[in-house]
């Protein structure tokens, strides 16, 4: 593999040497053949060892790849799209903004007029894209490379191994998975109907009806088993979709296939789609605990941050929190725990962050915490927490369902987020007005002028909060903009402030 990669690596980086035909057929055979060895997803975690990922990156940008696209350009897009299907492989070509340097491609790609390098390029963008404004750049390619997988898919599936010369049902699936994040194509394919019915529902509820055994099967084949569990993913994220999930119940059988596999151990797809169909079918509202519980709704990929706030939010309020890692291991059956606690909980805080955005877990989660959210107060029930800078909505499902709430922004600072979002849900463990009254009252007791008594009053303020003044008048106005950063006071002239310049802006206290 490493003899491989040095070979066509001195071909495509070395500009100086004399471009031959002998070479030329000798660099396309070794890729063709290193396009067959990452189809076979065991073996790409060699791929990721020797460097690979780095390295086709590289080629993709040479002058040579360009001038001979024809002849190497459809195993070398292969190859990326099929380290795609690793997750450890994905992240790195993401790293390596491996969908910016396709997108250069992109017209000398369609100037090929290649069917088979333009399916496969097709393939890879939606593996790679992050967000829905980057696959907007590519909506029809990528809206006629879906079509094409689901038109694929009802052809594969007719078969008895279910593959084609060419792909299995798995592969297709997985890649109409990763598709349908993007909520554009899902309705598109949905859309499909006769009769007021969508056909394209009534198509993955029946294949899911007709290949759910293999579940059940105690040595089942391991491309069957990844089939009906990528299929299972896209049901999920179909029941997600209040207007599509309507088509789902009506399917009685499917209800009770779901239901009975959601009570099964390693079943936490199916018990996250049978909880989607609970909320249709029940006609209760669901009742929440009495006391108060904040539920943390985060990706793992944000764990470090998730942890470090939840530490500050600890220090600033008595509720309880719930977080999945302090409470249960990561496994099969996480919803069991999830879901409960999400409908018990008075508040729902999401950290909310790109790779929230990517996670389709986290779009079924959402959607359900929203679904649940009639019994929680309408502004503290739940909050949104950027948990990184420069947080954008990537994908239009996560802006769909929260870009109504106000966001609270990323700092530097976690320890200021967590008051911040203390402050909005009201639940400090000792307001600022509260603090200040008790400075005042000590006031009395002591001698304004120790230099003693104002240092250590100053250690008592709450960390982080800002000194102001009024510029001239003594009333509070609506409006912030009157509200200028003092100048910098020694230590007694401001615990003298305390005394005077205190007011309320917008349900926040100021001094």
């Known amino acids: 593999m490493i003899s491989f990669q040095e070979f066509i690596h001195n071909y495509l980086t070395n500009t100086n ?117 980057q696959s907007e750049e590519n909506k029809k390619l990528i809206l006629d490379t879906s079509e094409n997988l689901y038109q694929l898919c009802k052809k594969t599936d007719q078969k008895d191994d279910l593959s084609s010369d060419e792909y299995h049902l798995s592969e297709l699936l997985e890649l109409l998975d990763r598709a349908f994040t ?56 179909i029941s997600s979709y209040p207007e599509y999930l309507k088509r789902l119940t009506d399917n009685s059988r499917f209800c009770i296939i779901i239901e009975s596999l959601a009570n099964r151990p390693k079943h936490d797809d199916a018990k996250r789609i049978w909880c989607n169909i609970q909320q249709t079918m029940s006609t209760n509202e669901q009742k929440k605990d009495m006391s108060s519980k904040i539920y943390i709704s985060y990706d793992h990929t944000d764990e470090e941050f998730c942890k470090e706030f939840v530490k500050e939010l600890r220090k600033r309020t008595t509720i309880p929190i719930w977080v999945d890692y302090e409470k249960v291991d990561l496994s099969d059956d996480m919803w069991e725990y999830v879901s409960p606690n999400i409908i018990s909980a008075t508040t729902v805080i999401i950290l909310a962050s790109t790779a929230y955005g990517e996670n389709t877990d986290k779009f079924q989660e959402l959607s359900y915490i929203i679904s649940t959210n009639k019994s929680r107060d309408e502004k503290k029930g739940l909050i949104v927490v950027a948990a990184k800078p420069n947080f954008n909505f990537n994908r239009s499902w996560m802006k769909d369902l929260l870009h109504e709430k106000t966001i609270v922004p990323y700092e530097n600072n976690i320890s200021h987020m967590a008051w911040n979002v203390c402050e909005q849900i009201g639940v400090l463990k000792k307001s600022r007005i509260k603090c200040l009254n008790w400075l005042f009252k000590n006031l009395r007791r002591e001698t304004a002028q120790s230099d003693d008594f104002s240092n250590k009053t100053l250690k008592l303020l709450p960390e982080n909060d800002k000194v102001y003044y009024q510029k001239e008048s003594s009333q509070v106005d609506d409006s912030t903009d009157n509200l200028l950063p003092s100048k910098t006071h020694s230590s007694h002239s401001i615990v003298t402030l305390l005394m005077t310049q205190t007011g309320s802006v917008s349900d926040s206290i100021w001094v």
């Open 182 to 237: 993007n909520t554009y194509v899902i309705k598109h394919i949905l859309e499909d109907k006769i009769n007021e019915k969508s056909t394209a529902i009534q198509y993955f509820t029946e294949l899911f009806l007709s290949l759910y055994g293999v579940l059940l099967d105690p040595e089942p084949d391991e491309l069957e088993e990844r089939a009906v569990k990528c299929l299972l993913r896209i049901l999920l994220q």
């Open 17 to 133: 040497k004399q471009v031959s035909a002998r070479v030329l057929l000798v660099t396309e055979s070794i890729l063709t053949l290193l396009w067959s060895l990452s189809d076979k997803l065991a073996i790409i975690s060699i791929f990721i060892d020797v460097g690979y990922i780095q390295k086709i990156i590289q080629w993709i940008r040479t002058d040579l790849f360009a001038s001979h696209i024809s002849d190497i350009g459809e195993p070398i897009v292969n190859i990326v799209y099929n380290l795609t299907r690793d997750k450890t492989a994905l992240k790195q070509l993401r790293t390596e903004k491996a969908f910016n340097i396709l997108m250069e491609l992109k017209q000398l790609i369609y100037n090929e007029d290649n069917n088979g390098l333009t399916e496969s390029y097709g393939w890879a963008l939606i593996a790679l894209a992050t967000s829905d404004e």
